[in-house]
């Protein structure tokens, strides 16, 4: 969905949702009941004093994840690639934000 789509369903212009992506200006309450209805997202997942998290915001990442795996039908399926995503983190640095990261070259 572009900016103009969402924002249009929001009821605000493509600019203000690029504000909220930004994190340059904040969303009430009711705003973000809208947001987590359109994307089919739990509330409490955009909430930032979720316990065990530092600011508890989703990612942009993170939230692509989670809507990528509401796509798939099948249970199995679903489960195998949340075993992937565990066996990729625990691969990881331990790092909590390490950016985006380069790509080795093939030879």
Same mark, same amino acid.
């Given at each position: 969905?572009?900016? &103009?789509?969402?924002?249009?369903?929001?009821?605000?212009? %493509?600019?203000?949702?690029?504000? %909220?992506?930004?994190?340059?200006?904040?969303?009430?309450?009711?705003?973000?009941?809208?947001?987590?209805?359109?994307?089919?997202?739990?509330?409490?997942?955009?909430?930032?004093?979720?316990?065990?998290?530092?600011?508890?915001?989703? &990612?942009?990442?993170?939230?692509?994840?989670?809507?990528?795996?509401?796509?798939?039908?099948?249970?199995?399926?679903?489960?195998?690639?949340?075993?992937?995503?565990? &066996?990729?983190?625990?691969?990881?640095?331990?790092?909590?934000?390490?950016?985006? &990261?380069?790509?080795?070259?093939?030879?």
């Amino acid at each position: 969905m572009s900016q &103009t789509n969402f924002g249009k369903a929001l009821g605000v212009t %493509y600019q203000q949702v690029q504000k %909220y992506e930004n994190g340059t200006d904040r969303n009430a309450v009711c705003r973000l009941m809208a947001i987590a209805r359109m994307l089919e997202f739990p509330l409490p997942a955009f909430n930032p004093s979720a316990e065990g998290d530092e600011g508890a915001l989703l &990612t942009h990442e993170e939230i692509a994840a989670l809507a990528a795996s509401r796509q798939i039908g099948s249970p199995v399926m679903r489960g195998a690639a949340v075993d992937a995503l565990k &066996t990729f983190a625990a691969l990881a640095p331990s790092e909590r934000s390490p950016g985006p &990261t380069k790509r080795a070259r093939r030879s």
